[in-house]
């Protein structure tokens, strides 16, 4: 494909207004959403309003906290939004083609922002999208298209960006079958490309420092996970491990963070006890040294560090997402903030390097959400828009989590919502398991799906079988063989358990679910169709021949 077309899919700058968001007052907006059975029945929400979504989408603060940069999309076409910070007030609109969509995007420095942008194409006889990295300089209106070869599909990774946004690191394809080097680019129109990584057999993924220096490499390649690294620009890689399937040290790799002028690092692995922590890690060496952080009976699924290369956060999950905050005061602010806002969840979206500006989210399992900009400085917490604007969230109602044992003994953990206002015996059930299967899970959080159940007076349990992620090794090995089998006795056993409640009428309970949850709902009824009144599967695993035919050609045995 010519760079001439990639052209003609620059952003056209125009001027526009931010439409209006749902100004429900804050006091009203965290009303008390405590679930009680004798409260009064709840008032049918409109299927639709489940499914409508904000035209807002996606969002980033510029490292100075001046400006955010908004993802708007309406009637199928996709706007850049750019919106001064301290007022929520537009600047400009930056407009995409209905042809087109933005992917994503990321501040280059306080004036440039990097996004990237597809289009439908064909790949042979396939249809395929195709996408290109522009930087936009919001200055000056300056558009350019970061260089790769016509022929490629894809547009290639950012892995590291500069501070002051002079450059960027760009892993790219040179091939379409070739594996991954390493480009730096100088964020200007003019600006020259600079190959700083060769690539490497077998290497598809590349880790900069916080200074933009590429020290790791990781891949398959025959049939083994091969980890290369280097200590600065000027040395040689080294082959530190090579490592096959199955062992229990091939998960280490899945996060990496390095440090600057240092062999030390951070990964995610495996403890003692089975569940996964943060661990410093020599990757000089490849041997990991002590344990930085580990959660009780949780795994650690994020951890973050700060432009310095000091820890920040680890995020785990027992029944609901947790922050651990290694930075003592970011962990006040955000404890102080949640206090404020008086809802069970929050997350810091996006913030400014200094931490005085700052996007966050706030909602619970009871509450789809809204978006705030929080001022430091001025003490301000401002609202910019709710994620489902027409869903009456004073209606919902709030899942709590339950136990159970399987028939073998093995404690499941699920989640239980009941309609509001309804006595809950006797009551229609959807079992709906989740997607994956493996190193997935389900937790108290706002689902569309079982809100617009519960708000039409079914009783819905989420159970989180064994093979389910978060619970440690041992339980997620347990479902390991399991798929139809074991999986499939714990949701019957989530049924049982309902129905011994009291809960559950077993004349009238459904299994409902996606992906592997829809494969589930689908054996379900033809397992044991004595049990269930009905089945519901979106997207359900049904060709399991054709589906490990087609992991064999990219997956080890």
């Not at 929400?45 to 510029?62: G, K, Q, V």
């Not at 980890?227 to 399937?245: F, K």
């Not at 709030?398 to 809950?424: C, F, H, K, N, Q």
Request: glycine letters at 8%; proline letters at 4%; one cysteine or more.
């Amino acid at each position: 494909m010519k760079n001439w077309v990639w052209a003609a899919m620059l952003l056209m700058l125009s001027s526009g207004t931010l439409a209006a968001q749902d100004a429900r007052s804050e006091a009203t907006r965290f009303a008390d959403l405590s679930y009680s059975v004798e409260s009064e029945l709840a008032q049918q929400i409109p299927t639709e309003h489940f499914a409508a979504r904000s035209a807002y989408r996606d969002f980033a603060m510029s490292p100075d906290g001046s400006h955010l940069a908004i993802k708007r999309v309406v009637d199928g076409s996709t706007d850049l939004l750019l919106l001064d910070a301290a007022t929520l007030q537009p600047i400009k609109i930056f407009r995409i083609g209905k042809e087109q969509r933005l992917d994503w995007f990321i501040w280059a420095g306080n004036e440039k922002l990097i996004t990237s942008i597809s289009m439908l194409g064909q790949y042979y006889d396939y249809p395929v999208r195709i996408n290109r990295m522009f930087v936009r300089n919001i200055v000056s209106n300056e558009m350019w298209m970061l260089d790769i070869p016509d022929q490629l599909l894809w547009g290639g990774e950012i892995i590291h960006v500069d501070e002051d946004g002079d450059f960027a690191l760009v892993s790219v394809q040179n091939s379409l079958r070739g594996d991954p080097l390493v480009y730096r680019y100088e964020l200007t129109p003019d600006g020259e490309r600079e190959k700083v990584v060769n690539s490497r057999g077998g290497v598809t993924d590349w880790y900069a420092d916080e200074t933009g220096i590429v020290r790791l490499g990781l891949g398959w390649q025959n049939n083994r996970l091969r980890v290369y690294y280097r200590p600065d620009a000027d040395s040689n890689w080294d082959l530190v491990e090579s490592i096959r399937p199955g062992d229990e040290r091939s998960s280490l790799w899945t996060v990496s963070r390095i440090v600057a002028g240092s062999d030390v690092g951070y990964v995610l692995e495996e403890n003692e006890l089975g569940h996964v922590a943060v661990r410093r890690f020599d990757f000089s060496t490849g041997e990991p040294l002590e344990t930085y952080f580990d959660a009780p009976n949780a795994d650690v699924t994020e951890f973050w560090l700060d432009r310095t290369g000091s820890p920040l956060a680890a995020l785990y999950t027992d029944d609901r997402d947790r922050y651990h905050w290694f930075d003592a005061e970011m962990g006040s602010l955000y404890d102080e903030l949640r206090e404020a806002i008086g809802l069970e969840d929050m997350r810091i979206v996006s913030r400014s390097r200094d931490n005085k500006r700052m996007l966050v989210w706030a909602g619970s399992e009871a509450d789809p959400g809204a978006l705030y900009v929080f001022s430091k400085d001025d003490l301000r917490l401002d609202l910019l828009g709710n994620y489902r604007p027409e869903v009456d969230f004073q209606q919902l109602v709030s899942p709590m989590p339950v136990r159970y044992r399987a028939r073998d003994g093995l404690v499941i953990a699920a989640y239980l919502t009941l309609p509001r206002g309804i006595e809950p015996k006797g009551l229609p059930l959807i079992v709906m398991p989740h997607g994956g299967p493996f190193g997935i899970r389900d937790k108290l959080a706002y689902n569309d799906e079982v809100q617009l159940l519960a708000n039409r007076g079914y009783a819905v349990l989420q159970p989180n079988y064994r093979g389910s992620g978060g619970y440690g090794e041992a339980f997620e090995e347990a479902g390991h063989g399991q798929v139809g089998r074991g999986m499939q006795d714990d949701i019957d056993d989530a049924m049982d358990w309902a129905v011994g409640e009291g809960i559950a009428d077993p004349a009238r309970v459904c299994v409902v679910g996606g992906s592997y949850g829809g494969f589930s709902a689908l054996w379900a009824v033809i397992r044991n169709p004595e049990r269930y009144r009905c089945a519901a599967s979106w997207a359900g695993v049904t060709d399991w021949d054709r589906m490990m035919s087609y992991d064999r050609r990219y997956l080890g045995r």
